[in-house]
């Protein structure tokens, strides 16, 4: 893909870099106001307020891939003056036409933020015949088998280099979006099976046989990732076609958020594998301690507790900090995210990693 954002990438990945290594000469330093003994001062407030609008009925189709849908949704600020940072959200679950319906909650929460976030579905494949082929020498044999590998594995990850691709054509479908993509500023973000394509797009390669085919679908024009309830390896028991060794190549700013209740069978810690493996020096990990909060509590969905909405509202702050420090080079941000406000805020519930 183009690499027109490398000095970028390079400029916010060293921002970053310089801050996770330590405020203040240490990585437990604090930031005003933050006061552990009043835990909500500890909270990350982004400075932009917008209402948030909402555009339905947009949808793109691949010719090249059999003229695949990509139907989308897009939340956005409402009053905007000026190009924003665009995230595309890839939902988690199954493929599915309403898929673009899911993580509202967070593209309200960057929409308001001052984020144009894009909701992309992953519809299901409808003749995967034509890759039965393909499917079989991945270990996909079944017809069935066939069409989720490549709705949610292989056409997921593809999608974002087409919606990219094809900003131009959104905004001539949606003329309110005209001067308003900033397509310096693309972040990747997604939930679940979703984060697989987010993993992918920031550079882990995938193979899901021994001596089979090893696919890269790395795009090197988002500058920024961002995954919730992240897939882990083959060997934890995910069908995402990491292996150990898959995310060495993911060079770029990226947060992950699970924890010990972000389970959906396979062991929790193997979600940490993409934070562990990649390279180091602007790598955020928040890891939820508390069981209560669960795999969908990572999506900011999950929230139907006292307990589990303060985690919501927490996690959420969280992801906004990492992506205004990243996207935005905002220092208050930059500071949060080295900070220790963020387990401050949690009572100690939800740690934050730094490499």
Sequence with gaps: MTKFTTSLITRSAMLLILTLAGVSGSSHAQVPPCD??????????????????????????????????????????????????????NHGGNPSANGNTRSE????????????????????????????????????????????????????????????????????????FAGLFDISKIVIAGHSAGTTTVLANAGASQQWIENGQIYNERDDRPIAFLATGPMGPLYAGFRSGFGSTSFVEMDRPFMFITGVGDETGEPPESRT????????????????T????????????????????????WIASAGLAFLDAVVRERTEARNWIGSDSLKLLSGGAIEIHRR
């Excluded at 594998?273 to 939820?288: E, H, I, M, Q, Y």
Aim: glycine content about 6%; some cysteine; overall charge negative.
């Design 36 to 89: 552990g003994n009043a835990p909500e001062t500890c909270l990350y407030r982004s400075d932009l307020h917008y209402e948030v609008g909402v555009v339905d009925g947009i949808e793109l189709v691949d010719s090249s891939r059999n003229n695949y849908r990509i139907p989308l949704r897009i939340q956005y600020p409402i009053g905007l003056a000026g190009p924003r940072p665009v995230v595309i959200w």
């Design 105 to 176: 909650n967070w593209g309200r929460v960057l929409a308001a933020a001052g984020y144009i976030v894009i909701h992309p579905s992953r519809v299901p494949v409808e003749n995967p015949a034509d890759s039965q082929c393909e499917c079989t020498e991945n270990g996909f044999n079944s017809p069935d088998e066939c069409a989720q590998w490549l709705a949610n594995l292989r056409f997921g990850p593809q999608n974002t280099h087409f919606i990219i691709d094809n900003l131009t054509r959104i905004v001539s479908m949606a003329p309110r």
């Design 273 to 288: 594998t993409g934070w562990l493996r990649s390279p180091a020096s602007n790598k955020v990990l928040s890891w939820d």
């Design 290 to 313: 508390d069981p209560r909060a669960v795999h969908e509590t990572m999506d900011i969905d999950k929230c139907d507790t006292p307990t589990r909405r303060d985690h919501c509202r």
